[in-house]
C-alpha cells in the first residue's frame, strides 16, 4: 500500500555535500516519523537521523553538526542535508517511515536505497 523512493545518492568529494529526498506515497492515514538509515560492506545497518511530524530530531553521534534531516509533512517527504562528507559515510542509505494505514497497528516501511559514495 505504501512506498517510498529515494532520490539524490551519487558520488562527492570529501568535504562535499549531497541531499538526499524520500516521498512516501500510497494508503497513508499518517505518519509517525521518518529517518534515514545507512550500512556500509562490511558493516551493520546504523540509524543516521530520525524526525517526527513534530519536528524533533535525532541524530547518530558521528553526523551531528554536518547531517541535517527535514520533513514537508504536506508532501509527506523527508529530507537529508549531508555536509562536510567524509570518506566514511559511504553507504547505501535506506529512508524508514513508521506509517499508519489500514492495518490494525502502524508499520514500518523501507524505501530501495540509494547509493552514497565519497571519495577522498
Known amino acids: 500500500q505504501v512506498q517510498l523512493v529515494e532520490s539524490g545518492g551519487g558520488l562527492v568529494q570529501a568535504g562535499g555535500s549531497l541531499r538526499l529526498s524520500c516521498a512516501a506515497s500510497?494508503?497513508?492515514?499518517?505518519?509517525?516519523?521518518m529517518g534515514w538509515y545507512r550500512q556500509a560492506p562490511g558493516k551493520q545497518r546504523e540509524l543516521v537521523a530520525a524526525?517526527?511530524?513534530?519536528?524533533?530530531?535525532n541524530y547518530a553521534d558521528s553526523v551531528k553538526g554536518r547531517f541535517t534531516i527535514s520533513r514537508d509533512n504536506a508532501k509527506n517527504t523527508v529530507y537529508l542535508q549531508m555536509n562536510s562528507l567524509k570518506p566514511e559515510d559511504t553507504a547505501v542509505y535506506y529512508c524508514?517511515?513508521?506509517?499508519?494505514?489500514?492495518?490494525?497497528?502502524?508499520?514500518?516501511?523501507w524505501g530501495q536505497g540509494t547509493q552514497v559514495t565519497v571519495s577522498s
Open positions: 500510497g494508503s497513508i492515514f499518517s505518519i509517525n516519523a
Open positions: 524526525i517526527t511530524s513534530g519536528g524533533s530530531t
Open positions: 524508514n517511515a513508521v506509517i499508519a494505514t489500514m492495518l490494525p497497528a502502524p508499520y514500518d516501511y
